[in-house]
């Protein structure tokens, strides 16, 4: 089978792949907006750039017919968005503490 016959099997994958990772890195995205945590912020970044390489990695297969190319850029891209994700996995986070508090009348209780 040549290019042409892939063509289609190609495009579905890399839309598949364009709408799933997107919406990880969005809703990555998100919670890095709502907490400020670093990780998060990687996390979004790493999953957009291998989304970004499916795509550009797509566009030279389909339009540029330079198949060599595109497994090139798809293949830099995923192997950064990897480094990324890794990265965001030892990326430093906020601590949360937890602080319980008593009602007043228990603590009068217990000093009897």
Same mark, same amino acid.
């Given at each position: 089978?040549?290019l042409?016959?892939?063509?289609?099997?190609?495009?579905?994958t890399?839309?598949?792949?364009?709408?799933t990772?997107?919406?990880?890195?969005?809703?990555?995205?998100r919670?890095?907006k709502?907490? /400020?945590?670093?990780?998060?912020?990687?996390?979004?970044?790493?999953f957009g750039?291998?989304?970004?390489?499916?795509?550009?990695?797509?566009?030279a297969?389909l339009?540029?017919?330079?198949? /060599?190319l595109?497994v090139?850029?798809?293949?830099?891209?995923?192997? /950064? /968005?990897?480094?990324?994700?890794?990265?965001s996995?030892?990326?430093?986070t906020?601590?949360?503490?937890?602080?319980?508090?008593?009602?007043?009348?228990?603590?009068?209780?217990?000093?009897?």
């Amino acid at each position: 089978m040549g290019l042409d016959e892939y063509a289609l099997l190609i495009a579905i994958t890399n839309t598949a792949t364009l709408c799933t990772g997107g919406a990880v890195a969005l809703l990555s995205y998100r919670a890095f907006k709502r907490t /400020g945590s670093q990780a998060l912020r990687a996390l979004a970044i790493g999953f957009g750039c291998i989304v970004l390489g499916a795509v550009g990695g797509a566009i030279a297969h389909l339009y540029g017919g330079n198949v /060599g190319l595109g497994v090139a850029i798809q293949s830099a891209f995923t192997a /950064g /968005g990897f480094t990324i994700l890794l990265y965001s996995l030892y990326a430093e986070t906020t601590t949360t503490t937890t602080v319980t508090i008593r009602r007043s009348d228990e603590t009068e209780r217990s000093g009897d």
